[in-house]
């Protein structure tokens, strides 16, 4: 099948069209317009529901019912449209709905600005909301891998009855790229026994609630996510390695900055520098393996498009053994091939 | 000998947790009646709020869902557009649906969502202990209007249906009282309107019912049924506001 030029924004619905969800809610913001764009066309050809509503809080609110109501249901935003929807996706957790959220990145904090960067890595990885929860994070590089994994996204959300958020940023959301939009296989759809669809014959009435009165209760259910969450960790981790084979300098980035990254690799590597890449897929739960099995690291180099927030999740899992170095850059600024390179040299010690 | 009087079928067997004297009660029986006269029980997914009403799906023998303070329409919104053939209603208090919720529910009424709404207007935040709503009226004394509403420090009372039946998505819009059988007896009448209007499909409905709050308000439950009627009919005027073409009045 011959490739098709698509934009990132695009294919965050097009992942989301191939998992068989056909509702999405969402409130207008750059830079994701693209994603509502393609959505308000495609969604009633396919029968299904495109609605603007009046907020990002009404948006994720909307997801709720829809997803209580047991369909497949995307929510899309950027970053200060994410922060208003951090409410109701911590009632989504607490009520074990399913749903995906897209936030393409923008610089911050407040208003900040439209251009790419990872400044949400920590709302997204930690909790993000109010309690003590976690949601699945993917974090796609290329437009063939939005599609992928935003498919994937909604097996995820079904299979652990969990939010899952997919990030982007502003580089990733605007660029086109050829993509294969051959089927693949189809999505995992599942029966939602749980969901409150009228009784319709049904005995027990379905309920749908994220309220637990009782302290010992809650610290039951608590701990019930506790065990969903350590089986995420187990399951789920996923990364790419580059060029990792007896790499001193391990290179860590995810999503736009990690293509920086992997040209780095390849400039270091022609010059007979032993340096790879270790690009974590998802953000959490953080692929911790690559880092327990690179012996010959001496330091691992973070990049990230904020003031180093991935950087301590590396920290974290090297715990004390490696050294770890941070480049960053806030703000709406992506690094040159060059500048991260000059960076890389300063740490291997070459002038 | 007949049967005259039971519990609806539409009501599961949980004792209601509600104060003495509070109104919440017989609201509950009204909308639980009509589903069952309507025969809707099983196609019916009922949406609950923040606030005393909070443990409404405790009672409420349909399918039900707990949303965010304020967030019920937004919820039932979601729920109605993936399953427009089922019957929709939230169930929201004054400070859910009238403060905190104030967009979800215009912009809810707006799009004309096919869902219903009822709210149940006591002047006063319940659960949290008896603070100021947005419906409390002018003098009236709450923890935080210690020395009663006053019109420069706290603002005025909102008049939820009045403002509602501007929006040209809302298509039945009502404020009705349950402090004496009669009242509730049109209140009864009205909650039918509203979702016979959504099974339709002529738009948003909403009912707002006048109730009481002994606790907050200090009163016995006489002394409260009578200080609605005194004080909370002469702001909050009883009528239907807005009605689908060829409907004949409820109140």
Redesign the interface.
Known sequence: MPKTLMKGNEAFGEGAIKAGCR?F?GYPITPQSEIPHFLAERLPELGG?Y?Q???E???I?????????G?R?LTSSSSPGISLMQ??IS?LVG?ELPCVIVNVMRGGPGLGNIAPAQGDYFQAVKGGGHGDYHTVVLAPASVQEIIELTKLAFDLADEYRNPVIVVGDGILGQMMEPVDLAETEEPRLIEKPWA??????RKQ???????CIVPEANERFNLTLAAKYQKMKEREQRWEAYHLESAEYVLVASGTVARIGKAVVDRARSEGLAVGLIRPITLWPFPETPFANAEDVKVYVVLELNLGQMVEDVRLVVNGRTAVYFYGRPGGVVPTVREVYEELLKVVGVK | MALIFKRPESLTEKPFHYCPGCTHGIIHRIVAQVIDELGV?????G?CPVGCA?FA?EYF????????HG?AP??????????PD??VFTYQGDGDLAAIGT??T??AAARGEKITAIFVNNAIYGMTGGQMAPTTLLGQKTTTTPFGRDKERNGLPLRVAEMLSTVDGAAYVARVSVHNPGNAVKAKQAVKKAFECQIRGDGFSIVEVLSTCPTNWGLSPVEALKWLEENMLPHYPLGEFKMPAGEASAC
Do not use: P, W
């Not at chain 1, 409150?196 to 014959?201: A, P």
């Not at chain 2, 029980?41 to 997914?45: D, G, I, K, Q, Y």
């Open positions: 509702i809610f529901v609605l509503a009046e907020s809080v009404s948006a609110n909307m997801v709720y019912g829809a997803a209580a109501a369909h249901v409410e109701g009632y009520s409150t669809t009228g009784l319709r014959g009435r379905n309920i749908v609630n994220s309220m | 029980r099983e196609n019916t997914v949406i909070v799906f023998n349909v399918d039900m869902i707990q949303a965010a967030r937004a919820v039932a919104t979601g729920v109605k557009r993936s399953l089922r019957v967009a979800e215009i912009h």
